[in-house]
């Protein structure tokens, strides 16, 4: 039943969004969205201050990874609206759902380059899933409940509401709609029964089947059914990195993730495999190398939510679309039914048994006590299962890929489509605040976190402790280990030169700053941060020169991976 009102746009906007179960936003206030402001200081909506509005809707996506519901983050017109475009291309690039509402000039401004105008319907039109503009107060309603529901729906991403400010001040007659439709949005969902009976018969054939197992398992939260699917047929399980966390990386069966960054024997046996069973992956570059050469002598049954990503970059000898857990369930009852077990996939996981134990004890890693890999294995050891990760962007992100284990899936999450760095640390903060009783930790390099630190201040000022695990190798990591091996050594723009000091910089904002330099004081910090009522920052200088090791370089397969001498 539709409710009637007669209100303000503004007042509006808060009623609409409390009906669909928000319970805080991430933003700053300016001119054009003052109105806003007035009503959200007297509805129930708590307001979590951003210092910077790409942070509010970084913080806004990290919420909504964890959570799987849309986090919101406000922000003004002009320079508000546009600081706001880089964290929509975050979460449109990682499907993850939130809403951002941004003020605007009023209706009769709007093309006059008026103080603060900037087109941000057209300017983020690339990096969302829909954007609304209301032109009158009274269709502010139905938009919230179209945006909500897009946002969440299908796949997941980012919606934009940018609302003139006339448009916020406003009184109408408001109706809250129950339920929408939104001509020409029909969500994908149902999968086709024959197309996943034609995926059994291939997997049952192959001699050396294996499962790429994407971010889509993650959003879908199709972990028991993956992790079903994989024991009953005994089939090894490799991910993207954005998969990472979608299969216990302690099982028997996993080979942790693939790709510039993935784990050696992964990256071998994905070349020596037949059959891939594909699930919510849209095979990227970054984790199939060349593509051309990925899907030779490969048969790809790929399942995604997305018609759009069907042989965008491979060739799919079998697509199921729909919703990937409701495909696999179906899957899984079909294969209950009629599996048989098979000697050559005793024979195919007796190799991926031998090729996984040999890399995993002879795999080079940096020597010296506080290497990444010692050092993220110690925070693997301290820290319970549950605890959530984010990460930065850099070596750090990479090491993470190669030495974090994830046990508990769902639990990890990183800018991986388009590679934000200071994205981890803001995230964390909207990750705490989905989940306050979880431990939240943002695996972070010091490049990174110097572009959002500050939401230190937001982290103390409202009470919502995080980790930084901050592995500070003075220096933008990954352009300099770039520089070493495709540039002949010609370093330029990455000495940070010690600048500044994260101790003094955290307990300037009130935080907590630790210096670990060594893995006796480094598990004393981890656990002195797991107690902290306030945020931690645990500084742990490494050897500059290290490299992140296996890679593949751009533009070459995943055969040609270069492996730690």
Not at 1 to 16: P, S
Not at 136 to 142: D, G, L, S, T
Not at 207 to 233: D, N, R, T
Not at 430 to 452: E, H, L, Q, R, Y
Request: aromatic share 8%.
């Amino acid at each position: 039943m539709n409710n009637i009102e007669n209100m303000i746009g503004a007042k509006a906007l808060m009623l609409a969004m409390e009906k669909e179960g928000v319970k805080q936003v991430f933003g700053l206030p300016g001119g054009a969205n003052l109105p806003m402001y007035d009503e959200l200081y007297k509805s129930n909506i708590r307001h979590i201050l951003a210092r910077h509005e790409q942070s509010a809707a970084h913080m806004a996506d990290g919420f909504g990874r964890v959570s799987r519901k849309p986090g919101v983050c406000f922000a003004t017109s002009g320079p508000g609206a546009t600081n706001i475009v880089t964290g929509l291309a975050t979460a449109h690039a990682d499907s993850s759902p939130m809403i951002a509402v941004t003020g605007q000039v009023p209706v009769a401004m709007i093309g006059r380059d008026a103080f603060q105008e900037s087109d941000i319907i057209g300017m983020s039109n690339p990096c969302v899933k829909y954007s609304f503009q209301p032109r009158n107060a009274a269709e502010i309603p139905e938009v919230v409940k179209k945006g909500f529901y897009i946002a969440e729906s299908g796949r997941p991403g980012p919606v934009l509401f940018d609302i003139p400010k006339d448009v916020q001040q406003n009184e109408a007659e408001m109706i809250f709609p129950d339920v929408v439709k939104i001509r020409g949005y029909h969500p994908w969902t149902d999968p086709a029964i024959p197309e996943i009976e034609r995926a059994i018969q291939i997997l049952l054939s192959a001699e050396k089947p294996i499962i790429l197992a994407g971010g889509g398992v993650i959003i879908s939260s199709a972990f028991a059914e993956l992790q079903a699917i994989a024991e009953m047929l005994m089939i090894p399980v490799v991910t993207t990195f954005k998969g990472k966390g979608a299969f216990p990386e302690n099982h028997p069966l996993s080979l942790g993730p693939i790709g510039m960054h993935g784990h050696a024997e992964a990256n071998k046996l994905m070349i020596e495999a037949d059959c891939v069973l594909a699930i919510g992956t849209r095979f990227s570059d970054r984790s199939v190398g060349t593509f051309e050469e990925f899907e030779k002598r490969l048969k790809i049954i790929h399942m995604d939510v997305d018609p759009a990503e069907i042989g965008k970059n491979q060739t799919a000898q079998v697509a199921v679309v729909g919703d990937v857990r409701v495909s696999l369930r179906i899957m899984l009852k079909k294969l209950t039914q009629e599996v048989v077990k098979k000697s050559d996939y005793n024979k195919w996981l007796k190799h991926v048994n031998e090729v996984k134990d040999y890399w995993r004890e002879n795999l080079k890693i940096h020597p010296g006590e506080m290497s990444a890999a010692k050092i993220l294995r110690k925070l693997r050891e301290t820290i319970p299962n549950e605890t959530i990760l984010t990460t930065e962007v850099g070596q750090h992100q990479m090491w993470a890929s190669l030495f974090f284990d994830v046990i508990q899936p769902g639990t990890f999450f990183s800018s991986t489509g388009l590679g934000t760095m200071g994205w981890g640390f803001p995230a964390a903060i909207g990750a705490k605040v989905a989940k306050p009783d979880v431990p939240v930790i943002d695996i972070a390099g010091d490049g990174s976190f110097n572009m959002t630190e500050n939401s230190l201040a937001t982290s103390v000022l409202e009470d919502i402790p995080v980790i930084v695990f901050l592995i500070n190798n003075y220096s933008l990591g990954m352009v300099a280990q770039w520089q070493r091996t495709f540039y002949d050594r010609r370093m330029i723009g990455v000495d940070q030169q010690n600048c500044p000091d994260y101790v003094k910089l955290a307990e300037s904002y009130g935080a907590q700053g630790i210096r670990a330099q060594s893995l006796d004081e480094l598990e004393n910090a981890i656990k002195v941060g797991l107690k902290s009522d306030v945020a931690t920052v645990i500084d742990i200088p490494i050897d500059p020169e290290e490299d992140v090791l296996p890679f593949v370089a751009p533009g070459t397969p995943l055969k040609d991976m270069i492996l730690p001498s």
